[in-house]
């Protein structure tokens, strides 16, 4: 059982072709995942589009994540976090080349009347 985010990181993991998603906890309501990226980036002309909202922050590396009708790239380092509505598009530019970028998100339900238009 895992009791530290920046330790027993798969070694696959650290020499991936694709992001490593781990789920920590898994309930109805709510979904929190480790993230492990060494590089990666969304494909091209790929963009994420969840059912669920998700609150993601950066806790060790970088990464550049862009919302579809957005100009620019996002810059994501240690400690900074963001809020993705459900259904907004959004990819990730890219990740920190030089070593893991460790995620951790929670997806989470929205009340009905907070749910509204994706940009």
């Not at 990181?9 to 906890?25: D, S």
């Not at 898994?26 to 969304?42: K, L, W, Y």
């Not at 002309?45 to 909202?53: E, K, L, M």
Request: net charge negative; charged share 25%.
């Amino acid at each position: 059982m895992m009791t530290n985010i920046f330790t027993q990181f798969p070694i696959a993991a650290l020499n991936a072709v694709e992001e490593t998603f781990e789920t920590l906890v898994d309930r109805p309501d709510v979904r929190i995942e480790r993230i492990i990226s060494s590089g990666q980036a969304s494909p091209p002309g790929f963009w994420y589009c969840q059912p669920q909202s998700e609150w993601v922050i950066v806790l060790q590396g970088c990464a550049g994540l862009r919302f579809e009708n957005e100009s620019d790239v996002r810059e994501l380092r240690v400690g900074d976090f963001v809020t993705i509505p459900a259904q907004r598009r959004h990819r990730v530019e890219w990740t920190d080349p030089n070593g893991p970028t460790v995620w951790l998100a929670v997806h989470y339900d929205m009340p009905e009347s907070d749910k509204g238009c994706a940009l």
